[in-house]
């Protein structure tokens, strides 16, 4: 990866900081109310709103509260449950997969290490880093589709590959900055950088941003 300069540096830290102001508070909106649990929800975020997660989950938690409670349920009535998620199948063995993981080798404890977390089956890089910066508070920077998009418009990155974004990212910003990154790139992509029609006029970063296709109303 090549060196990053001064002038780049310069660069991410003016639109963080743009995206800071936008985004005084911002956290994850999945509700939880342990690591365990936004590990699930975030695992259930897939494909689908935040706010539907949200309906699921004290359904889900209600009904298997604990880690050797899922990794033991009826795929077939976990199934019901999450169907609203989408992709319920996957979902199901994922999360129950994840919860057997989370049992035999952690005794039912949520690892606060990214390197641990992503050999949990189900889990990647974007999952392990949303619960390390949110339930953890451990800096990290979670990649998903608005990041990279926003990403990739901003120029701070030109890779299509989410591991070598999140490399790039960090190496953009100091570590105290990681967990400010996600949330906002993300929420931003929500509100403004859409991905097929992008609100370019108006745009806190439209003079930081080098997409080619903006919009003009």
């Excluded at 660069?11 to 365990?36: C, F, G, M, S």
Aim: hydrophobic fraction near 40%; glycine fraction near 4%; aromatic fraction near 6%.
């Amino acid at each position: 990866m090549p060196e990053t300069t001064t002038e780049e540096r310069r660069n991410a830290r003016v639109i963080l900081n743009r995206l800071k102001k936008q985004y005084p508070d911002i956290a994850t909106a999945l509700e939880y109310v342990d690591p365990w649990h936004l590990l699930v929800a975030t695992v259930l975020s897939a494909q689908t709103t935040d706010a539907n997660v949200n309906r699921v989950t004290p359904i889900l938690f209600e009904r298997w509260p604990t880690p050797v409670d899922l990794a033991s349920a009826n795929p077939e009535e976990v199934e019901k449950v999450v169907y609203s998620t989408g992709y319920y199948r996957q979902k199901t063995k994922s999360i129950i997969a994840l919860a057997a993981d989370l049992d035999d080798r952690y005794d039912g404890i949520v690892p606060a290490d990214l390197d641990e977390l992503v050999t949990l089956r189900g889990v990647g890089r974007k999952t392990a880093s949303v619960v390390l910066a949110e339930a953890f508070g451990i800096p990290a920077i979670a990649v998903d589709t608005h990041v990279k998009r926003v990403s990739n418009r901003l120029g701070l990155t030109s890779s299509s590959d989410p591991v070598k974004i999140e490399l790039e990212l960090r190496d953009l910003y100091p570590k105290r900055d990681w967990e400010a990154v996600s949330m906002r790139f993300i929420q931003f992509g929500r509100d403004v950088c859409d991905a097929r029609r992008p609100a370019c006029v108006g745009c806190p970063l439209a003079d930081r941003c080098s997409y080619p296709d903006k919009t003009t109303a």
